[in-house]
């Protein structure tokens, strides 16, 4: 199989403060901070392309003031970017404060991302296209949700597989479990990460909640971070995969790099297994630079 992968989704500035002490409440905390691209369906798309994707494409919505940094960025990556400029807001930037056990906590402004309009969807994107995949993060306004559910119909229509990914545990909740089900309901491949898979289902373990996912969209991959991921087919879970170990820095866009190689190995002919082995490999790379693009930091 072979062909083009389009994203829809975000392209967002990330301020990145990385702190080894804990936050000092009103006061200072000593912290390295860089300004980076970022942004899920950015960091998904620069990372299929890293990993051999040859024709990657995203469409997405930015302010004026970072737009031109953003598409000089996502070119440099291997990206083709469409962003559509909005004069009445900014682009989105999320300030993610990483701990000295890499984990983060993210401060989102949303910005022109969600404003995503129907106007800025076309069906002839989707030309020469063999997978769509759509940023979790559309589904959590109404105006960009709408226009995510046109491209997936789109999609559908022309028999182009399509993937999802919830994004954010947090976001699904404010939205309701049975709204963001109904919302991308008509993808092939949903790729939640654990906390997600525990909330879309009410099931506590990675592998039941899979399983439980699977019988509502035909292949599930549960992403586990340092442990792995979890793959089920037709409401069973057909194989695990280990994560290579890794000196984690940051652990922004980890799970935007296992969907970005992911993706790009089955583009390649690579069965959900051995796809879902490079996507731990490039998760395992995506931790130990600050950032979440390769070799961002």
Do not use: K
Request: overall charge negative.
């Amino acid at each position: 199989m072979s062909g083009a992968l389009l994203v829809v989704g975000d392209v967002v500035t990330d301020v990145v403060a990385r702190h080894l002490t804990p936050l000092a409440p009103a006061t200072d905390t000593a912290a390295e901070i860089r300004t980076l691209p970022g942004g899920a369906g950015a960091n998904v798309a620069c990372w299929a392309a890293r990993s051999g994707c040859a024709d990657v494409r995203i469409l997405a919505r930015v302010g004026t003031d970072w737009a031109a940094w953003h598409e000089e960025r996502l070119r440099h990556a291997g990206v083709r970017p469409w962003l559509v400029r909005d004069p009445g807001a900014p682009t989105a930037t999320v300030v993610a404060l990483v701990d000295a056990a890499a984990e983060r906590t993210f401060l989102t402004d949303s910005g022109a991302a969600l404003r995503l309009g129907a106007g800025d969807w076309s069906p002839t994107l989707l030309d020469g296209v063999s997978r769509l995949h759509l940023s979790g993060y559309l589904f959590f306004a109404g105006t960009s949700r709408e226009t995510a559910r046109l491209a997936l119909a789109t999609a559908r229509e022309r028999r182009v597989p399509v993937s999802v990914d919830p994004a954010s545990a947090g976001f699904v909740s404010e939205l309701g479990v049975d709204p963001f089900l109904a919302a991308v309901d008509g993808a092939d491949l949903l790729l939640p990460n654990a906390d997600e898979a525990s909330l879309l289902t009410g099931l506590a373990d990675p592998a039941d909640a899979a399983a439980a996912l699977s019988r509502r969209f035909p292949l599930v991959v549960v992403t586990l971070g340092a442990a792995g991921a979890v793959i089920a087919v037709a409401g069973r879970v057909v194989s695990r995969v280990d994560a290579p170990a890794a000196r984690a820095v940051d652990s922004t866009g980890a799970g935007d790099a296992f969907t970005g190689a992911f993706l790009a190995a089955l583009l390649s002919g690579a069965d959900p297994t051995a796809a879902a082995e490079a996507g731990c490999q490039a998760g395992a790379t995506a931790v130990t630079v600050l950032g979440g693009r390769p070799g961002a930091g």
